[in-house]
């Protein structure tokens, strides 16, 4: 989950505003009960669209001149 959705599930379960939530995701995070995880799969895909990208750009630049 999200950060944001984190802090709307918050929202709603404790039933308060998004100060008092976004209050009780730093203590959460403090305390260590909510981890930071990467999303390594879309990083991955991200990478390798930006390669294909530059590849693309590359022979079509060798192409034309």
């Given at each position: ?7 709307k ?5 404790c039933?308060c505003?998004?100060e008092?939530a976004?209050?009780i995701f ?7 009960d909510i981890?930071?995880v990467?999303?390594?799969i879309?990083?991955?895909n991200?990478?390798?669209a930006?390669l294909?990208?530059v590849?693309l ?5 060798n192409k034309?001149?």
């Amino acid at each position: 989950m999200s950060k944001k959705e984190i802090i709307k599930e918050i929202m709603f379960q404790c039933d308060c505003d998004r100060e008092q939530a976004k209050e009780i995701f730093r203590l959460a995070r403090q305390n260590g009960d909510i981890d930071i995880v990467v999303n390594w799969i879309r990083i991955g895909n991200i990478l390798v669209a930006s390669l294909l990208i530059v590849s693309l750009i590359y022979f079509f630049w060798n192409k034309l001149f």
